[in-house]
């Protein structure tokens, strides 16, 4: 019986399949198709030859909501509010979502729903959540045929107060089902009931707009993989690092914004739970894009208030910062003549010029063979050769038009200069999630992967000062092998607003009750037994007067007052370096994560890579010559599926693995662990860039 987890990214689609009989992995990448990602998926099923009646599991990170947004290619979406209330969209808070405060050409980013399809309805609930003035159920069918004549894909409910009562919306929800049979229809209430009227109304009209284009997206992709026989439980992985139904997918659309980029970061846990890491910073370098979290404390970072491109969403992800620079982003000239890297892509057609596809402008992944860090001798993954010389000719068209030291440069130092200023900017991404919030990135571990992120991270790690890295096995398949290793998951939360004190916990302890019933309710629909449920309760808490807020864990069984107040300092203290110990604290939400047990792999790849060092024909070991930044070094080429626990690996050296090459410089000392990670370790001077992080 096989596992399949599927990451779908920009250039590539990653497949990883666990055989539970020989207790071995396989892995395939193919090029993605854009638009029609669920392509991807097929064909990399195809070409590793799974049988349909074998899979017991598929997960599946994908990247369509995310696209259907920044492209604008949502559906045509009416939006329905309490009367007065229908241009709270285009209203937002009066400030700049995008663009600078000092721009004299700004404009605004148009709402999804312009004003005549924004439809007011005559209804109120206080906020108390009682009944002002109840729905007329003729007048929300005479919208009905409002909304008909507006020929719409999608229709968006928001009402004021709903998050304390969602009595009107359901009721609003229902009628209009009826009168508008096969027309997606979606109450705020049912995707986030937190204060906020902008913030609820923008994140579900996301939903809402989105919600055509990942049902039919879903759609294809369960029809072809029911042609192959594939007849188990689909699952998608969501923003907040856990597994939810292709039922839940449909409906829940703006949970799965970060889906393919958290997959790598539940993986990189899983390991390092498995190596006795707590504390890392994954690193996951695409052919488009790179991600960054930061795991503490075994958990990683969850952030509930959000933006996507102009539109602030109102759902927990996990805290994940994105910037435009992969292995195929391109090497061009600024307007004055100076160099610079991305976020403009090659994609994986034509791709970069070293794919021999056609491409011709330079890329990273073309900086990395001339500089010898890429091989060229042997094929890469879906069978692709890699060519120095077309490598080479981009980079010498480029000089023509960069000015000064750049134009009189050679191919190589031109290549070596645009690795140094990706670097720079995959550094800041890491500072801004660690130094940012109150780390310090030199006190945690650099995990990277995705295809380009081994052959960059040490680069990365000696910019910030780091001196551990821990490069997992098959890194260029880890958001995949992320999507297998997560649970069923869905947050839950209730505002509740008042000071923590004697009389505050029983009526917090009732709240909870209520989330725990809407938990069981929801994990025994996705059919988790009860012995495979877990809940855990966190407030959301902050000063009185202040106005933002810290998560803090709640056993709503056992704390009292002073061991919250006293666990809120703490986190203050930790957080901002100094807690007010004299101040009221206020909890003003109660959250709750529900989990559902599911059936993962174990995270043993001591059979794979011994099948692999029987099979494969590249050599066990072998030289190149690699451009380090200063010189050219004779370096060691190693074949990963060649190394056995214990082994220890020296830089510089050229680690090759299916799907993602490393390049550890010289000062570095690596360690094959049992779990076949590389646990590195710098042992060199002092790091070579040692800047001020703080």
């Not at 395939?28 to 074998?54: T, Y």
């Not at 488009?288 to 491109?309: C, E, F, I, K, M």
């Not at 807020?549 to 709640?554: C, D, N, S």
Request: glycine fraction near 10%; charge should be negative.
């Amino acid at each position: 019986m096989v596992l399949i987890g599927v990451d779908v990214g920009g250039t590539f689609t990653d497949i990883v399949c666990f055989d539970r009989r020989t207790r071995r992995y396989r892995v395939e990448k193919v090029p993605s198709f854009p638009g029609e990602q669920w392509k991807g998926i097929v064909a990399a099923l195809d070409s590793l030859g799974v049988a349909g009646g074998d899979v017991r599991r598929v997960a599946h990170g994908t990247t369509i909501a995310t696209n259907a947004l920044l492209e604008l290619k949502g559906s045509r979406t009416a939006l329905v509010t309490t009367a007065g209330f229908r241009d709270v969209l285009e209203i937002g808070r009066t400030r700049r979502l995008l663009g600078g405060l000092f721009d004299m050409f700004f404009r605004r980013t148009p709402p999804l729903v312009p004003r005549e399809r924004r439809l007011e309805l005559d209804e109120r609930m206080t906020a108390q959540g009682e009944a002002l003035r109840p729905v007329d159920a003729p007048a929300v069918r005479e919208l009905g045929e409002r909304i008909r004549a507006l020929d719409v894909q999608a229709v968006a409910i928001c009402f004021v107060n709903a998050h304390r009562n969602p009595a009107h919306e359901e009721a609003v929800r229902d009628l209009l089902a009826r009168e508008l049979p096969g027309l997606p229809v979606v109450a705020s209430s049912e995707i986030v009931r937190e204060r906020g009227e902008y913030e609820r109304t923008s994140t579900c009209v996301l939903n809402a707009y989105l919600m055509p284009t990942m049902q039919r997206y879903l759609g294809a992709l369960e029809t072809a993989l029911r042609e192959r026989r594939v007849a188990v439980p689909l699952g998608i992985m969501g923003s907040n690092g856990g597994t939810m139904s292709f039922e839940q997918a449909s409906r829940y659309v703006v949970g799965t914004f970060l889906s393919g980029p958290v997959g790598g970061v539940i993986a990189a846990m899983a390991l390092g739970r498995r190596i006795g890491v707590d504390d890392f910073i994954t690193f996951d370098m695409g052919g488009t894009s790179t991600d960054v979290a930061l795991v503490h404390g075994g958990l990683p970072r969850l952030s509930h208030d959000n933006q996507v491109y102009a539109y602030p969403l109102r759902v927990p992800q996990v805290d994940i910062h994105t910037i435009g620079a992969g292995g195929g982003s391109i090497v061009h000239a600024r307007t004055d003549g100076t160099m610079d890297v991305g976020p403009e892509s090659a994609g994986a057609f034509p791709g970069p010029a070293c794919y021999g596809r056609g491409g011709t402008r330079p890329t990273i992944s073309d900086a990395n063979v001339l500089l010898g860090r890429l091989p060229t001798e042997h094929a890469i993954a879906s069978e692709l050769r890699l060519s120095t010389r077309a490598a080479h000719d981009a980079f010498e068209d480029l000089r023509p038009q960069l000015t000064g030291a750049g134009a009189e440069a050679e191919a190589a130092m031109l290549a070596s200069a645009a690795i140094d200023l990706a670097v720079s900017k995959m550094a800041a991404a890491v500072r801004e999630i660690s130094v940012h919030r109150g780390f310090d990135p030199r006190e945690f571990a650099l995990v990277p992967y995705g295809g380009a992120g081994p052959l960059h991270a040490f680069l990365v790690a000696m910019e910030l000062g780091m001196r551990r890295v821990i490069v997992p096995p098959f890194p260029g398949h880890v958001s995949a092998l992320g999507q297998m290793c997560a649970d069923f998951r869905r947050d839950f939360s209730s505002p509740w607003l008042g000071r923590i004190g004697a009389g505050t916990i029983d009526p917090l302890r009732a709240v909870a009750a209520g989330l725990s019933e809407r938990a069981h309710a929801y994990l025994a629909g996705e059919g988790i037994a009860s012995s495979d449920r877990t809940l855990a309760f966190t407030l959301d808490m902050r000063y009185a007067g202040q106005s933002f807020t810290l998560a803090i864990p709640w056993d709503e069984r056992a704390d009292d007052a002073g061991s919250l107040a006293e666990r809120f300092h703490q986190r203050h203290r930790e957080t901002f370096g100094y807690a007010s110990e004299a101040s009221g604290v206020e909890v003003t939400a109660v959250r709750l994560t529900a989990s559902g047990d599911t059936e993962k792999p174990p995270l043993d790849f001591d059979e794979t890579y011994s099948h692999l060092a029987e099979t494969t024909t590249a050599p066990a070991a072998a030289t190149r010559r690699v451009f380090d930044g200063r010189e050219w070094r004779t370096s060691r080429v190693i074949d990963r599926a060649s190394c056995r626990t214990g082994d220890t690996i020296e830089g510089p050296a050229v680690i090759e693995d299916f799907g993602a090459t490393s390049f550890m410089p010289a000062g570095w000392r690596a360690v094959v662990h049992e779990s076949k990670a590389l646990l590195a370790q710098w042992h060199g001077e002092a790091a070579s860039s040692t800047k001020e992080t703080t």
